[in-house]
């Protein structure tokens, strides 16, 4: 097709991108050639640019179905900031302004047109289509479609007489989650008998995963929180009175929060949702009726007061995290009542397979907030992904400390009693089993009378479903594939047995207070994690604000003017002309006409202000490649406290500043020449030299390879700091001699 070759010009100048996501572009490429398409892809991998941007290509409307009002809403307040001409149909508008979309769209100009499941069914909306016909059918959150899938909508059902209806029109489904059996019953539904797959790795690498334990929970939520300051964070509770109950408690102890659910009077709910994806509002305290409608790009922190009934939803849910790709946090409080109350609900479901069916999930749930091995590794082995990686350096278990512990006796009465059991439980029953549990399913099965029968009485639920994990880490249980997480002993677990080795454990080190378990962003590692970008976070804060009174004044959420990641690369950029703000990620050409000019005004009066300049996007050998042309004022009085003694945390403390807005200012400082007493800031003399040695290995340009490189217990601080030292002592040329650190000081 000639129409191949303008992809990349398009992904510009329409989207404001040089490059494309992992598997957008063969997607693309076969929506073009007129394939099907099953495309599932994790939450904010891309999937809506998959049928977008063909959309501008192909003649005539890509029809779009899109399970809520506000999902729709926000795509096409997205594309049209973009000048690409969308439009929506559903409950709100009027007979008359839905005539008018659809007159709009036959004149064509409409390239987008989102509708809801449920207008599908509408007679008159069907003659419409089939008499207009649309060149291309995407269905977004296709797992809708099936009866497996978490968030079942019947009405999705109605797409099998539309393909009926429009025989030859291709059709891409696409989600971001959905198990080997949901994948099943799209392509079935759908009709789908040769259609292309595409799956993406389930992997969402900026985001870190926490299971905290379910006490004074309350207190570790605003801890959470307070630790984000302005930033969008949802919390996801069990029941409508819990939303409101936490809402309200956030609200009376200084934050302001949101409640969202099914049960509040329309009007406040749909209020209360605009809020917040319009910046003005950060926490919203929701059930999940509150989530796959949700296109917020810059949201930082996710909890779950309590534990979601499936692992699916949580992932779904958690995927609400991070769109844009930057560092973002998932935290889950949990307690084995959590279990015990959603029980309660699952027993009284009335169909037996139903019934069954939740319960698996449910155990699958369960076994996954009571790891104590890889949380990333189990969450996409679940959908079928392997994960390869002893530690995925992103979740609270790969970067606890961990100890040993002699495993032999517990671990011969564990695998005794998966074996005694008949080798066709979960952990759940064997443990009660184990703890002597008079439990109905027990004495069903009798196993209140085989050898097993409460032989680890003294041990706490806790700790014997830990092992599970940690034996299936082992190689000595294994979960057979299948509906229901159950267990077997293998080869090595029975030779075990046979030979009475002796066996040794390893397991994180369980916190002594709550506080030790907190998501603490200075232990994160960024292994698993997608780099963050350096960037100037006066500056970035400037651009905030500015891209706030903009999108206020159209009326549209801050994100749809940018993103937090095209401001983030303005802010390290500092472009001062209009062909260096057109190079910025997310500015395509209709931005650039209607922001360029305000933008770049703040960027370059920040800039004189504080003596900068440009500097390329690929970072510098060292920060004194910004050209500075001499300290500011702040800068200075910044010096002349550290000439007094003060380290980086009583500088900032004393100047009300963020410590990495310190470091900055040291960095602008030694570009401009300045000498600055660093010895006194510099870490033990032996973390100085492994990280000099790491950065004439690595290099310096970039800290994130460096950081990878020396692990976890260092923190890009201190990297920032040992860098700045080089700078000034050795140009970067080589690495520092132990001698050369004197006296060196406790860090921060």
């Known amino acids: 097709m000639t129409m191949i070759p303008q992809l990349h010009d398009l992904l510009k100048s329409r989207f404001g991108y040089d490059r494309f996501l992992p598997m957008q572009e063969e997607v693309i490429r076969s929506v073009l050639e007129g394939r099907d398409s099953l495309v599932l892809m994790p939450t904010g991998g891309g999937k809506s640019l998959c049928y977008q941007l063909p959309a501008l290509l192909m003649d005539g409307v890509t029809l779009v179905v899109s399970p809520l009002i506000a999902l729709m809403k926000d795509q096409v307040d997205a594309l049209s900031a973009n000048d690409i001409p969308a439009a929506f149909i559903n409950s709100t508008l009027s007979n008359r302004e839905v005539d008018r979309v659809q007159l709009e769209a036959v004149r064509g100009r ?73 994948r099943a019953d799209i392509v079935e539904h759908l009709g789908f008998s040769d259609a292309d797959n595409f799956v993406a790795s389930f992997n969402r690498p900026n985001l870190k995963y926490t299971v905290r334990h379910k006490r004074q929970a309350f207190d570790g939520l605003v801890e959470l929180l307070g630790e984000r300051p302005g930033e969008s964070a949802i919390v996801y509770c069990f029941s409508r009175q819990d939303t409101e109950d936490v809402a309200r408690d956030l609200s009376r102890v200084g934050m302001p929060a949101l ?85 309660y609900f699952v027993d009284r479901i009335a169909n037996p397979d139903e019934r069954r069916r939740a319960e698996a999930k449910l155990a699958t749930m369960v076994e996954f907030s009571e790891l104590r091995t890889c949380r990333r590794r189990y969450l996409l082995n679940y959908f079928g992904e392997q994960w ?63 050898s097993v029968y409460g032989i680890a009485a003294d041990q706490s639920a806790e700790d014997l479903r830990e092992l599970f994990g940690l034996l299936l880490d082992a190689g ?33 080190v369980r916190p002594d207070a709550p506080a030790r378990g907190r998501s603490g962003r200075g232990r994160t590692s960024t292994r698993g994690m997608q780099a963050a970008l350096e960037y100037d976070h006066d500056l970035y804060e400037r651009l905030r604000t500015l891209r706030r009174g903009l999108a206020d004044k159209s009326g549209v959420p801050a994100f749809v003017v940018f993103g937090d990641t095209s401001l983030q690369h303005m802010a390290h950029v500092m472009p001062q002309s209009v062909e260096s703000f057109a190079s910025i990620p997310g500015v395509g050409h209709a931005k650039l006409s209607k922001y ?55 500088i900032a403390g004393e100047r009300g500043l963020t410590q990495q807005t310190v470091l900055n200012h040291f960095e602008r400082l030694v570009a401009g020449g300045e000498d600055l007493h660093l010895a006194q800031l510099m870490p033990p003399s032996e973390r100085v030299q492994r990280i000099s040695e790491a950065f004439n290995t690595v290099g310096s340009e970039i800290l994130t390879p460096v950081l990878e490189a020396l692990g976890a217990e260092y923190t890009y601080e201190e990297l920032r700091l040992v860098r700045l030292w080089m700078t000034q002592s050795t140009g970067l040329k080589g690495g520092l001699d132990e001698s050369a650190v004197q006296a060196p000081q406790p860090f921060l």
């Open 110 to 182: 409409v390239k987008l047109l989102y509708v809801a499941p449920e207008r599908l069914a509408v007679p008159r909306f069907r003659e419409f289509l089939r008499a207009f016909r649309p060149s291309l059918i995407a269905v977004d959150e296709a797992h809708c479609i099936s009866e497996w899938g978490h968030d079942f909508r019947p009405d999705y059902r109605n797409m099998r007489g539309l393909r009926h209806d429009l025989p030859g029109v291709p059709v891409i489904a696409l989600t971001a989650t959905a198990t080997e059996q949901v």
């Open 259 to 343: 409640p969202y659910h099914a049960g509040l009077d329309p009007e406040l709910r749909h209020t209360n949702q605009d809020r917040f994806i319009g910046g003005e509002a950060p926490i919203v305290v929701a059930t999940i009726a509150f989530g796959m409608g949700i296109d917020k790009p810059d949201v930082r922190l996710i909890v779950h007061y309590d534990m979601p009934k499936t692992l699916e939803g949580y992932y779904q849910e958690t995927g609400r995290a991070g769109r844009d790709g930057l560092p973002s946090d998932c935290v889950l409080f949990y307690s084995y009542g959590d279990k015990i109350k959603q029980d």
């Open 388 to 450: 390869g990686a002893d530690s995925c350096g992103a979740c609270d278990v790969c970067l606890a400390v961990s100890e040993e512990f002699d495993a032999t006796e517990i671990s011969q009465k564990v695998l005794s009693a998966v074996i005694r059991t008949g080798e066709r439980f979960g952990a759940g029953h064997v443990v009660q089993v184990l703890r002597g549990s008079r439990a109905a399913k027990v004495l069903e099965f009798g196993h209140d009378e085989i």
């Open 476 to 508: 000595m249980l294994v979960k057979p594939p299948g509906e229901y997480p159950t267990y077997e002993v293998t080869d090595h677990g029975r030779d075990f047995l046979q030979r009475r080795d002796s066996l040794t454990l390893q397991r994180p």
């Open 596 to 650: 360029g000019e305000v933008f770049l005004e703040v960027i370059q009066a920040y800039a004189s202000e504080n003596g900068l300049a440009e500097r390329s996007f690929i970072a510098a050998k060292t920060p004194s490649r910004r050209l500075s042309r001499g300290p500011s004022a702040t800068h200075n009085e910044t010096k002349r406290l550290l000439e007094l003694g003060l380290n980086v945390g009583e």
